[in-house]
């Protein structure tokens, strides 16, 4: 069974004075131990998608099913906390949590014990090639891609078995996107997690088990590269 | 849970400009707060606490309608002479006027008498009074004389003494001897009738110094002795001024034709003769005579209104007892330590006259002795006042006057006087009214509740009866309650203000804190975190902020409120001392200044002032909280940041 399964799934931002459909009639299947990448120029409806599978709000139309159960009828906010967790396009880190508070979060979500948090988010934050003088450091002091890594950590740290990046190396270095690209490889690949990855860059596209392309908010068949 | 307030607080201290600002503002909104809450809750009680301390009286007097100096010929100057003008009233304005519709009394004004309440047991003890008793009688004797010639006393003449029917022999327990004689002159008389030799008459006399010729050709006793005129030499002079209880005079039966009577074989038994026995015997009771103070409340004699006199031992006459008009009384230091009564002991009160004109402190002056009314004792019929009414009273309380007067205004108490509730005299005093006149402010007060005398005021100008001065005392009430209803006011304004601000400052902060962090609510909301918690943890950081903010205020204002507290205190010692009794005072009164503290104001403001913000920072803060979380988060987070 597909851990996520998007079945006719259309979106549409309502706001006063128009309403701009993001995502139209898009279904697809989405596996556990599989990296998948989602191309697509910009304004195509790809972080909006990312969005609807994190569980951030429902489709307009369709329906998202976790593993057979549809999202609707889930508590969301358990989703988000335990099952899927988000590397944003714009980070999303707190302005004013340090970069270990920001990875720490999730986990104080979770319940866990402080030291043990703490060892988890340092841990992470290795893991995503960033030194010890990051810690006690505000976003706004670090480089774009600092933040980007941070932001990785603490997707990590949830520990859920989706992990959503929304172009999580558009601000990296080569070496550096290596690592994370090598990084999620291994998550999918050898931890069993379902790992979406939009991406402009071909590099990190090629590295995918599976490639969707959207244009105009839908879903272009036979995307595979 | 915790943690997320943790998270919370660590995000507000990271923005500590903006903190500390809300919290001095907040702060400063709890100042005014309880500054306001206090002073109006001072200003509240300290209004009851005046309510019961203060009472306010009016006192009515009759105006004159005219003064009238009279003339008396004054024989050693051989010329009529300005003797000291008198008020005189066309007619007397019953007290009834003053009931009229929205007159609110607590106590009604009365027109009331005093009483002379006479005793064998009333005798003086004290051998200084016995002195002055025998200067007295000396001073007012009642004799029989004969001139040792015939002749006119237009000059001092010696006169022989015969029989004394009131005079200092008989009281240092003499009889007349042989060779007394006394001198005598006719003195404010322009035609003095002759006096023959072998007659005897019979006169009322009083003492003054000898003329100044006597004294330069005379030496010794003679000399220095002084001489005696007829007291009823006075133009209006009479042996009685009863009244009736309308105010209506008595005519006398038996008027004095002459300022002597000529004593004959069987003289005394004529009701002529009989009038002057009658009035030794009334000037005797005189001497056991004092004097009794009916009233319908204490705190209407001005003496105990203004605090000059207070009870030193024993209690105040109750409300209760003034009502049911019970039998007990007040009794002065003076009469306690002349017949050893004190508190428990029963005294009794034989009334044998009324009289409404006069004050009790005037015919009977405190410190001095009781002289009383020796110039007009008897009633129409010639007769000296019969007992109307004779009950036992217990002594409650024992009084002391501090200041006692030294001018004639008659509203101090009287020297060796008691006060009796008057419903405890049951007995009409219709046949012993011994004078009468107009109402006068020592004899005519009433109550009113504190804080009327404009209402009053108005209501009896509307009545247009002319003639009655109403004058009113209330401590300096009236002014205090003034000040009083201005920082009410204040307190209103500053409490309304303080509401105000919190809660622009509340909007402000809460907007701040919770409405422009919509995007930390959202990425709070991605990382999972429910509804509830995102609540608990942005209350909480408001909450603590509010509570330090206010509770730093609310001290603050409490400690404002006590230094304005101790600041109207000491205002207002000075308020009561400079106009409670000015009036009074230019009536001869001494000031007497009142213990006068403000209301306290219990801490418990504090808490009022706390608990609202809470309630005010939870509400708006919910209110802003629940904006953030209406709409899902992938809207929020979609948005680029700006
Ligand atoms: N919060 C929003 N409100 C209204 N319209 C939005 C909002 N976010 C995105 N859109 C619109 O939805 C469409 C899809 O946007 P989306 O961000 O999903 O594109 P994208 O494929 O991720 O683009 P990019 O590669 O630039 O990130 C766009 O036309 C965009 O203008
Ligand atoms: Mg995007």
């Known amino acids: 069974m597909s851990m996520l399964s998007v079945r006719g799934v259309g979106y549409i931002y309502q706001s006063k004075y128009q309403s701009i459909e993001a995502v139209k009639n898009v279904s697809c299947d989405f596996h556990s131990g599989k990296l998948y990448a989602v191309t697509g120029p910009s304004g195509s409806g790809k972080s909006t998608l990312l969005s609807l599978l994190a569980g951030l709000d429902l489709p307009t139309s369709g329906e998202i099913l976790v593993e057979g159960k549809s999202m609707a009828s889930l508590d969301r906010d358990r989703y988000r906390r335990e099952i899927a967790s988000v590397v944003y396009q714009s ?122 392309r959207m244009r105009d908010g839908e879903l272009q068949t036979d995307g595979r590269v | 849970m915790m943690r997320h307030v943790g998270n919370s607080l660590r995000q507000m201290v990271r923005t500590p400009g903006r903190t500390v600002l809300f919290l001095l503002l907040l702060s400063l909104s709890s100042i005014l707060l309880t500054l306001g809450e206090g002073l109006y809750l001072m200003s509240e009680q300290t209004v009851k606490k005046l309510e019961s301390v203060f009472t306010t009286i009016g006192t009515v007097q009759q105006t004159h309608d005219e003064m009238t100096a009279q003339k008396v010929w004054d024989t050693e100057k051989k010329a009529y002479l300005d003797v000291a003008s008198h008020a005189e009233y066309h007619s007397i304005i019953p007290v009834e006027k003053l009931y009229f519709e929205g007159a609110n009394y607590i106590h009604p004004p009365v027109h009331r008498p005093y009483y002379g309440a006479t005793h064998p047991d009333f005798t003086y003890r004290d051998d200084s009074y ?66 023959y030799a072998g007659k005897t008459y019979v006169m009322a006399l009083e003492w003054r110094r000898s003329h100044a010729e006597w004294q330069r050709t005379h030496t010794g006793v003679d000399r220095l002795s ?192 008691v006060v009796v509730p008057a419903a405890s005299i049951r007995s009409s005093d219709e046949n012993n009214i011994l004078d009468y006149g107009p109402m006068m402010g020592y004899n005519t007060v009433f109550q009113i509740p504190n804080g009327t005398i404009d209402q009053f005021r108005k209501a009896w100008e509307k009545q247009g009866i002319d003639g009655l001065e109403i004058n009113f005392f ?9 000040s009083l209803d201005k920082i009410k006011q204040i307190a209103l304004a500053l409490s309304v203000a303080g509401i105000m601000v919190s809660i622009l400052i509340l909007l402000l902060f809460c907007h701040l804190f919770i409405g422009k962090q919509k995007k930390r609510t959202a990425i709070e909301r991605s990382l999972g975190m429910n509804k509830l918690s995102c609540t608990t943890s942005l209350l909480a950081g408001i909450l603590v902020i509010a509570l330090l903010g206010s509770a730093i205020g609310s001290v603050i204002g409490y400690i404002f409120t006590g230094s304005a507290m101790s600041l109207f205190t000491s205002q207002a010692q000075g308020q009561i001392y400079s106009t409670a009794f000015s009036s009074w005072a230019s009536a001869g009164g001494e000031l007497n200044e009142l213990p006068f503290e403000a209301g306290a104001v219990s801490p418990i403001v504090c808490l009022f002032t706390i608990a609202y913000l809470l309630v005010l920072s939870f509400g708006i803060a919910l209110a802003q909280i629940r904006q953030n979380l209406k709409s899902e988060p992938l809207k929020l987070l979609s948005m680029r940041e700006n």
């Open chain 2, 474 to 482: 209330d401590k300096g009430f009236t002014s205090l309650k003034e």
């Open chain 2, 130 to 195: 016995i002195r002055v008793m025998a200067q007295t009688r000396d001073r007012l004797p009642i004799v029989e004389v004969t001139p040792l010639q015939d002749c006119v006393p237009d000059h001092t003449v010696r006169l022989k003494l015969l029989r004394e029917l009131y005079g200092r022999n008989g009281a240092a327990g003499r009889e007349v001897q042989e060779w007394e004689t006394i001198l005598f002159c006719d003195h404010y008389n322009p035609n003095p009738k002759t006096l």
């Open chain 2, 226 to 417: 002084g001489e005696y005129f007829p007291r009823s030499s006075d133009t209006n002079y009479g042996l009685s001024t009863q009244y009736l209880p309308d105010g209506k005079k008595i005519p006398e039966q038996f008027p004095m034709q002459e300022r002597w009577d000529v004593v004959t074989e069987g003289f005394y038994d004529t009701p002529e003769g009989q009038r002057w026995l009658e009035l030794a015997k009334a000037m005797e009771q005189l001497e056991h005579t004092i004097p009794v103070i009916p009233t319908d409340s204490t705190k209407l004699l001005m003496s105990f209104f203004n605090g000059n006199a207070t009870i030193i031992d024993g209690r105040d006459i109750s409300e209760k007892e003034y009502q049911s008009g019970k039998r007990v009384c007040l009794i002065s230091q003076e009469l306690s330590q002349m017949h050893g009564y004190s508190v428990g002991d029963t005294v009794p009160l034989p009334l044998f006259f009324a009289d409404y004109r006069d004050s009790a402190s005037r015919d009977f002056p405190p410190d001095s002795l009781p002289i009383g009314i020796p110039n007009h004792p008897l009633n129409a019929e010639g007769k000296a006042y019969q007992v109307f009414d004779d009950n036992q009273y217990v002594v409650v309380g024992i009084y002391n006057e501090i200041n006692k007067a030294t001018s004639s205004s008659g509203y101090d108490m009287a020297g060796y006087g």
């Open chain 1, 91 to 212: 980070f999303n880190l707190f302005p004013l949590l340090t970069a270990l508070e920001n990875v720490m979060y999730p986990m104080e979500l979770l319940g866990k014990k402080k030291s043990e948090a703490v060892e988890t988010a340092i841990q992470m934050i290795g893991e995503v090639g960033l030194g010890e003088k990051i810690y006690q450091q505000f976003p706004i002091m670090m480089s774009g891609g600092e933040q980007q890594r941070v932001a990785i950590a603490r997707a990590l740290s949830a520990g859920g078995k989706i992990l959503l990046a929304d172009e999580p190396t558009g601000n990296l270095d080569s070496a550096n996107e290596e690592n994370v690209v090598e990084l999620l490889r291994t998550l999918a690949h050898k931890q069993g997690f379902l790992v979406i990855v939009i991406t402009h860059n071909p590099y990190v596209a090629e590295q995918a088990d599976e490639v969707y």
